[in-house]
């Protein structure tokens, strides 16, 4: 149907839009922030990257105030349901950005003690991985993060290990000790 | 006198075995004896150890690849250090796998407390007299006792919810 024919869709589509271009250049973060990865994420927050380029330049260490989590650093199961709370009580809309390889799949911590990915928990909109990412990829995934703002869109969906199921493919896979060892026999 | 030969004099029948190399004094001694004997190093004024340094446990299950079989699987590992007379001291303890249990020192080193919760929470190995052995690094939910050889490495854990 063409906007000219229903004058309601045009001008809801409109609306959309210009919400979606508010939030994107007003990302209100809040950094959970747990390993060393918050040094990169420091790095990319200061002068030199400078975050408040995109508009994501004013951390909230409140989450009813914040519409982004940011999860800097590995999540153990102990910290597991502070993060699902910090998650559940940040007001709609929210996005989530797993920062750093520990967070998307738990890492090289193929162990008892970490969350193997906090997509287990909590749905993930954006992926960084690395250890730690570089600055540059960072605002690589905040430029991602922007586009999707800008659609209105968001992940609602945790990670399923067994149906391997809501999370990118690339990051499907997590990195065991016995494949380790057998990459680096052959 | 160092404080091995003083142990070893007076606890002869008790003593497995000992090792000493350049002033690392090493016992191994009969978990029965263990609250007499660290009674005496704590109270004896030569020997005045008043200092519990650390207290850990040794999983020797496929020790040395295997080729070696110990008679119990676990030892519990005492280092003691005497401020006043600067001289340090390790006990050994030998614990079986079928009942993996020895007396808690809590009564004679405070300090005593948090190592033997987390010689529980990691090994599996009770404290018989300590007022509250409950895991301390790991949650209530977890399954089993991560620093134990037979513990599978990447053992997935039940995700646990908020409290509420």
């Known amino acids: ?186 | 006198m160092t404080p091995l030969q003083r142990v070893q004099e007076k606890f002869s029948q008790d003593v497995i075995e000992t090792h000493a190399f350049r002033g690392d004094e090493t016992l191994l001694i009969r978990p029965a004896s263990l609250q007499t004997v660290a009674k005496f190093l704590k109270e004896t004024a030569e020997l005045d150890f008043n200092f519990l340094m650390d207290l850990t446990a040794v999983d020797y299950l496929f020790y040395a690849g295997g080729r070696v079989q110990k008679e119990f699987r676990f030892e519990i590992v005492y280092h003691f250090f005497s401020l006043k007379h600067n001289h340090r001291l390790r006990i050994k303890v030998p614990v079986d796998e079928k009942n993996p249990e020895v007396d808690s020192l809590t009564g004679l080193w405070a300090s005593a407390d948090w190592y033997e919760r987390e010689v529980w929470d990691m090994f599996g190995i009770r404290f018989k007299g300590h007022p509250n052995l409950k895991r301390i690094l790991m949650y209530e939910e977890f399954e089993g006792h991560a620093l134990r050889k037979d513990y599978q490495f990447n053992k997935r854990q039940p995700l646990i919810g908020p409290k509420t």
């Open chain 1, 1 to 186: 149907m063409s906007f000219l024919s229903s004058p309601t869709n045009f001008f809801t589509a409109k609306l959309n839009d210009a919400l979606g271009w508010a939030r994107k250049y007003s990302i209100f973060q809040y950094p959970f922030v747990t390993a060393c990865c918050g040094m990169e994420y420091m790095s990319t927050a200061t002068a030199h990257y400078d975050v408040d380029r995109f508009g994501a330049g004013f951390p909230r260490f409140s989450p009813r105030q914040s519409d982004v989590l940011f999860v800097v650093g590995t999540i153990s199961h102990k910290m597991a349901p502070v993060l699902k709370d910090v998650y559940d009580k940040m007001c709609e809309p929210k996005w989530v950005v797993a920062f750093g390889v520990c967070t998307c799949t738990g890492g090289f911590y193929d162990n008892y003690a970490t969350v193997q990915g906090i997509d287990t928990i909590i749905p993930v909109d954006i992926y960084i991985p690395g250890c730690p990412p570089r600055p540059e990829n960072v605002i690589d995934g905040l430029i991602k993060l922007q586009e999707k703002i800008q659609k209105g869109e968001q992940s609602r969906t945790l990670y399923d290990p067994r149906m391997k199921i809501g999370r990118p493919e690339h990051l499907q896979k997590g990195y065991s000790v016995e494949e380790h060892i057998k990459d680096t026999k052959s």
